[in-house]
């Protein structure tokens, strides 16, 4: 069965480091995104794309954080600097179009120490 | 806007009992209702959704919600629960018609216990 893949699955940096994470969505999925899912809440969409191009970032903090997916297949999203606040697991989805469902990844945990 | 409020974040039920989890919603449109699943350090896998159609919804693993209109309600319930039940459950909600542009609840702890 097809699964969306996330690297890496864990990750500790300090604050003010630079961190990544990696996505590669469901072959032939068009649309991906990108969630954070503090502790003992629900995820909250950060972005989302259609093939290469944002089409929702309105909750990404563009200061400190960016995404891309430059061939509108895999997708990485960077946090520059780190703070403690950043602390939650990231969730990678994808679905084949912008209305349909979405499948998750096992997600992304970093801690900020 | 749309919201789903969860009434318990944490439900302890004894193996082979049934199961409850609450979830009431606010929409200003007839909305699409889903319920996730998350187990420890897992993604998240879709239980169920309801999109209009018929009013109890039927998922995986022996989990079915009904969409209660007067209510604004979305509850999850199972006839007997497992252990492997034992897991984060979500309730969601998005615009009618997309299963994306998802808004999460904050989560009910289920515990199943022997």
């Known amino acids: 069965e097809a699964e969306v893949a996330q690297s890496p699955r864990y990750k500790i940096t300090e604050k003010s480091q630079a961190v990544a994470f990696w996505c590669d969505p469901i072959?032939?999925?068009?649309?991906l995104y990108w969630y954070r899912q503090i502790l003992g809440q629900g995820p909250e969409l950060l972005v989302q794309?259609?093939?290469?191009?944002?089409?929702?970032d309105s909750q990404l903090p563009k200061d400190r954080f960016s995404a891309e997916r430059l061939k509108g297949v895999d997708s990485t999203l960077k946090i520059q600097p780190a703070e403690l606040g950043d602390s939650a697991m990231y969730l990678c989805?994808?679905?084949?179009?912008?209305?349909?469902?979405?499948?998750f990844g096992e997600g992304s945990r970093l801690t900020v120490l | 806007a749309q919201s789903v409020t969860q009434l318990d974040s944490h439900v302890s039920v004894s193996e082979g009992t049934p199961v409850l989890l609450r979830c009431n919603y606010s929409?200003?449109?007839?909305?699409?209702l889903f319920w996730y699943v998350q187990h420890p350090n897992k993604g998240l896998q879709l239980l169920l959704k309801y999109t209009s159609a018929a009013t109890l919804v039927k998922g995986i693993n022996g989990f079915e919600a009904e969409f209660k209109k007067s209510e604004t309600s979305f509850h999850l319930t199972k006839p007997s629960a497992h252990m492997s039940d034992a897991a984060e459950y979500f309730c969601v909600v998005s615009a009618p018609g997309t299963a994306s542009k998802l808004t999460f609840g904050t989560g009910t702890r289920l515990q199943v216990t022997l």
């Open positions: 989805a994808s679905s084949l179009g912008p209305t349909g469902e979405l499948f």
């Open positions: 072959s032939g999925h068009a649309t």
């Open positions: 929409s200003s449109y007839s909305p699409s």
């Open positions: 794309f259609q093939d290469e191009s944002v089409v929702d």
